[in-house]
């Protein structure tokens, strides 16, 4: 195997399909990248754990064509220290040499007939938007449990309704939803897929930030592992979906407010970090609304304590409800828009974030956070 190819692109491949190597593999193997060079002048390179697989393919100028698996992570760590030069890579017996400038490098190479075949590609389940759908992950995952005992619900559950596309997170203190348009590969499709918050967090940051679309391919339950691919750009990734059933969390969403409050958010997520500041841990943070204003405060006692009042527009009777501060911050910071509209039904069941354009105008549905109060003291 000989090719040469560009430092950068090099690079940017190795780097992006090593992001899901395994720290601690279940065998060497899997510690390692397969450099596939083809007489046709294309080089793939691919990563895969069991679980995620990753597979990139860049131009390059192939001499001689070959296959080679070398250590992922320091192939990676030695592509991003290269000088800006072409790159030669050849293989040399157990080894892979790579030479940029007057800098050379020799890496042992792992037996790649040991190495797993990457998943074949499902067919394409439709398309969406790169930055639709990077803009949407990023509003849902944060709702998402990171707690790997309770493995469904570190799931982002995805609703495939025709041209409708809903993801859905929750980690039972709340709950995002954001509904997005998007392309199907057939008309009417109806289908559901439960993926990892932490894959799908990854796809949207590097497959939905090229300006293009990106291809959402589910495998067909029926032929029983459940496998979703996405690509882009001359990037593929697949991952197997979480097993299980995901609570029917759709209902928690109130029909109808008692009464609603409208702030403008950038006002708000300051006032709440900078109460917040006095909370002791897991201690909430209040926020009492009345005609005109909203009042946060947090701490009491003896304890340290701080209180903030903004402009905000309350239509309803006046209510105080207590809420986790990090929980509230990343519900406020998932909204694009200039205003938050808070529904309240009462101040010990779950209040709706979603955004406003303008203060007396209509909210927008697309993105829901509905979030769990803090139960009051006395």
């Known amino acids: 195997m000989r090719f040469r190819v560009e430092r950068d692109v090099l690079a940017e491949a190795v780097t992006w399909t090593a992001r899901s190597l395994p720290t601690r593999p279940p065998v060497p193997v899997l510690a390692g990248l397969v450099l596939d060079a083809d007489a046709s002048g294309a080089l793939v390179l691919s990563g895969f754990d069991y679980e995620v697989s990753g597979r990139v393919e860049v131009a390059a100028e192939v001499d001689e064509p070959g296959r080679a698996l070398v250590s992922g992570r320091l192939l990676a760590d030695i592509a991003r220290s290269l000088p800006g030069r072409p790159v030669e890579v050849a293989s040399e017996g157990p080894r892979v040499t790579l030479t940029c400038g007057a800098s050379r490098f020799q890496l042992l190479t792992m037996p790649v007939e040991e190495y797993p075949s990457l998943p074949e590609m499902p067919g394409s389940s439709g398309v969406v938007a790169g930055d639709v759908l990077t803009q949407a992950v990023g509003q849902v995952v944060v709702a998402a449990s990171r707690d790997e005992t309770l493995p469904i619900l570190t799931g982002v559950r995805m609703e495939i309704e025709d041209d409708r596309l809903t993801l859905l997170a929750t980690d039972r203190y709340r709950l995002a939803m954001r509904e997005l348009p998007w392309r199907p590969a057939s008309p009417g499709a109806s289908t559901t897929a439960l993926v990892r918050a932490r894959t799908l967090s990854e796809v949207a940051r590097s ?172």
């Open 207 to 378: 497959l939905g930030t090229g300006g293009g679309d990106v291809v959402v391919a589910l495998s067909d339950a029926s032929t029983g592992t459940g496998l979703i691919g996405f690509e882009a750009g001359g990037r593929r990734t697949t991952s197997l979906l979480v097993d299980g059933e995901y609570p029917k969390v759709r209902s928690l969403f109130p029909a109808e407010s008692a009464a609603r409050a409208v702030v403008v958010r950038e006002d708000l997520v300051g006032a709440v970090r900078r109460v917040s500041l006095v909370a002791e841990r897991n201690t909430p943070v209040r926020l009492s609304f009345s005609e005109g204003q909203v009042v946060l405060e947090a701490g009491a006692g003896d304890d340290a304590q701080a209180s903030e009042a903004l402009p905000a527009t309350l239509d309803g009777e006046p209510l105080e409800i207590a809420f986790n501060p990090a929980f509230l911050l990343d519900g406020l910071g998932a909204l694009p828009s200039e205003h938050v509209r808070l529904s309240f039904t009462q101040p010990t069941k779950p209040a709706v974030l979603t955004g406003q354009a303008e203060a007396d105008g209509d909210d927008d549905p697309g993105y829901r956070y509905l979030l769990m109060p803090v139960r009051m003291a006395g």
